[in-house]
Every structure is written in structure tokens, then in C-alpha cells.
């Protein structure tokens, strides 16, 4: 008896966009917990760059014997439901997978994730621009954890990276948490940055009261922060030592389904918005990569298994 299988994109041996495999998977049942989902899109992440370029492989943070699967964010139907889960097959549903030591990622046609891990699409809502939503919503509002609300007499907070898709969120959701926001973007992206009711920068000097850091500029970002201010980064796995009394974290995004179904609800309202580049078939996946990679897209690739 034949046994079934799904199509997943992965790396065996990370280099780049031309190691990524297509490759069949065996179908697993869910569990207890989970839920198995029909991937209808998963969006292209620059995270996904390098796990097929094998940086975390380097950083000794992926450990499969066998492969790596690409991708982290998804969205799709539940087709099936495993023992305690109340949500019903067709619920539409988009979620995150976090980490990098897995054998299969979102860049697939199933997909079986924790149930407390994704959230119902509202209505109105498509799957395509559902699925931009879960990495770098969850990312900005992480960020802003750590940064907290603004504090009296000290609420200048620049964005680096302001265009980006985690800046953007950032850009509107800090100025629900009291922050005077200013994005520093390149100049073509003023636009921009201002429709989303932030000032804008694309020549930052030093004095920021606080900084957070879409961009990953790292320790040139860091030198913008005033003394004692405070600084986010993007990158856990390089972060930056204190310096000057400033207070220096990262974040380390990771799922949350309740956050996520407020972030879905907000764009599905028009509060944040969807920003989509280009939808390409799973088999393109390397094309969407090597285009990524060339820098200066604005919007997101997302894969249709």
C-alpha cells in the first residue's frame, strides 16, 4: 500500500538558492494538540535566506541529520484536528513555527503545528495577505515588550529599517504605546513612512531615546541611542554588549495565538496593512530567494504550495 505524502521545500546541504530541494514528505496524523493545515501561503522571510545559506546551520543552532525545512509562517485550512482541539476542519487558520532545527517548515503543502500556536482568519481577510502577518507582526509587538511604553519626558524611538515589514508594523503599533516615532528609511520610502502617521529620517544622528532595530544595522544603530537609553535588536544570536548604560536586548520571536488573531484583526479592519510583491508556486521557491537576496523589494514573495 502506497503511503501518502505532501511536497515540502528543503535544504540537505545548505548553499544558497540553488540547494533547495522539492521534495516528498509522509503524511502524519496529528496529535494531541495540533492540528494538521492545508498550507494555502507561506510568505519568504529573509530568516529563510539564511537557513538555505546555512548560517544557523554554522551557528550550530539546526542539528537534522537528513534536512532542513524553510519557512515560518503560513496560512491555511485545518484539515484535520488531533485529541482536545475545538477548532473544526475548514477553520481558516494562520499561524508561525519558530526555530530552525526542523525537518520541514511552512514551505510545504501540510503543515502540523500546536493548536495554541495559530489563530482564525477573519473573515474578509485572504489567505495570501493572512500569512504576512504572523513572523514580523509577532516580531514588532515582541519588540515593543521589550521596549515597554514610552516614558514621560523620554518617547523619541526610531525605527531603522522602517519600510521593512517588521518597521512597518512597528511604525504603527509604537504609537499605540505612546512613542514619538521616526523611521529611518531611504529616501524613496518617505511616502511611505509618513502615511503611516510617523516621522521620517534617512540620515539618523546620535540622541535617540530609544532605538529599535528592523534593520539589523547592529552597532551602527546602537551608537544612535542617547546614554542610559534603550536599544532591540533583531539578532539573538549576535547581540550587542551593553554600552554607555544603555539598555541592550533582543528579540527572539516566537508564536503567541492570541496576539496573532488581534494583528489579523487589525488588518482586516485596515489598521495595518498587507503588503504583497509577488505570489509564486512552490517550485519557484529559489527564484523568490535569489530575488529577496538582491535587496530593495518592497512587499512580500509568498509561496502558494
Do not use: C
Amino acid at each position: 500500500m502506497s503511503v501518502a505524502t505532501f511536497r515540502a521545500a528543503v535544504v540537505r546541504i545548505p548553499g544558497g538558492p540553488d540547494s533547495i530541494e522539492v521534495i516528498d514528505v509522509p503524511l502524519v496524523e496529528a496529535g494531541p494538540g495540533q492540528v494538521r493545515v492545508k498550507v494555502a501561503a507561506a510568505t519568504v522571510n529573509p530568516v529563510d535566506l539564511g537557513v538555505a545559506a546555512g548560517v544557523f546551520h554554522d551557528l550550530g543552532l539546526v542539528h537534522q541529520p537528513d534536512r532542513t525545512g524553510l519557512g515560518w509562517e503560513f496560512a491555511g485550512t485545518v484539515e484535520s484536528a488531533g485529541p482536545g482541539v475545538d477548532l473544526a476542519v475548514g477553520t481558516r487558520v494562520a499561524g508561525m513555527v519558530a526555530g530552525f532545527d526542523r525537518d520541514y517548515g511552512t514551505y510545504a503543502e501540510r503543515l502540523l503545528v500546536s493548536v495554541a500556536d495559530v489563530a482564525v482568519v477573519p473573515d474578509g481577510l485572504d489567505l495570501i495577505a493572512a500569512s504576512t502577518v504572523p513572523l514580523n507582526g509577532l516580531t514588532a509587538t515582541q519588540i515593543l515588550d521589550l521596549l515597554g511604553d514610552a516614558p514621560v519626558g523620554g518617547d523619541r524611538l526610531l525605527v531603522t529599517g522602517a519600510a521593512g515589514a517588521v518597521g512597518g508594523y512597528l511604525l504603527t503599533l509604537a504609537q499605540e504605546r505612546g512613542w514619538k516615532v521616526t523611521g529611518l528609511a531611504r529616501t524613496h520610502d518617505e511616502e511611505f513612512v509618513r502615511g503611516l502617521g510617523a516621522d521620517f529620517t534617512a540620515d539618523a544622528q546620535p540622541g535617540w531615546d530609544a532605538v529599535a532595530d528592523a534593520g539589523a544595522m547592529q552597532q551602527s544603530a546602537l551608537a544612535l541611542v542617547r546614554d542610559g537609553g534603550r536599544f532591540v535588536g533583531v539578532q539573538p544570536s549576535a547581540q550587542l554588549p551593553a554600552e554607555r548604560g544603555v539598555a541592550v536586548s533582543a528579540v527572539v520571536a516566537h508564536p503567541d495565538g492570541s496576539r496573532l488573531a488581534d494583528l489579523l484583526a487589525r488588518m482586516a479592519s485596515g489598521q495595518l496593512q498587507a503588503r504583497v510583491h509577488a505570489v509564486l508556486p512552490l517550485d519557484q521557491v529559489a527564484d523568490a530567494h535569489r530575488a529577496l537576496a538582491k535587496g530593495g523589494v518592497r512587499g512580500r514573495y509568498v509561496i502558494r504550495p
